[in-house]
């Protein structure tokens, strides 16, 4: 059974810096992506970072240059590096595990129960 934890999350001021982690109870390089989701009030929820099993990373355009995403096959776990947290960046984060399946096309996807993060003067 898979099971994602995440950590980190809290109250910090605009310009603050947060690192948020993700420990899987599996083995994550199974996974073909480690993803970074959150969800504000209202809204859909929005991919933020993507490693691929590859270490292959991509940012949602409103967190480029400000966010890093990595991850440790040996502890199992991915970090997302918030530098320069902005208001609009509070949010509840979600780690999320993907394997894609070719035949037929689908995929797996596992989700953590999220962290809260806020950022507030």
């Known amino acids: 059974q898979v099971q994602l934890v995440e950590s980190g999350g809290g109250v910090v001021q605009p310009g603050d810096s947060l690192r948020l982690s993700c420990a899987a109870s599996?083995?994550?390089?199974?996974?073909?992506?480690m993803n970074w989701y959150r969800q504000s009030p209202g809204k859909q929820r929005e991919l933020v970072a993507t490693i691929s099993a590859g270490g292959v990373t991509s940012y949602a355009d409103s967190v480029r240059a400000r966010f890093i995403i990595s991850r440790d096959n040996g502890k199992n776990t991915v970090n997302l590096q918030m530098n320069s947290a902005q208001p609009e960046d509070t949010a509840v984060y979600y780690c999320?595990?993907?394997?894609?399946?070719?035949?037929?096309?689908?995929?797996?996807?596992?989700w953590g129960q999220g962290t809260q993060v806020t950022v507030s003067s």
């Open positions: 599996v083995n994550i390089a199974s996974f073909n992506a």
């Open positions: 999320n595990a993907r394997r894609i399946k070719l035949v037929p096309l689908d995929t797996e996807d596992y």
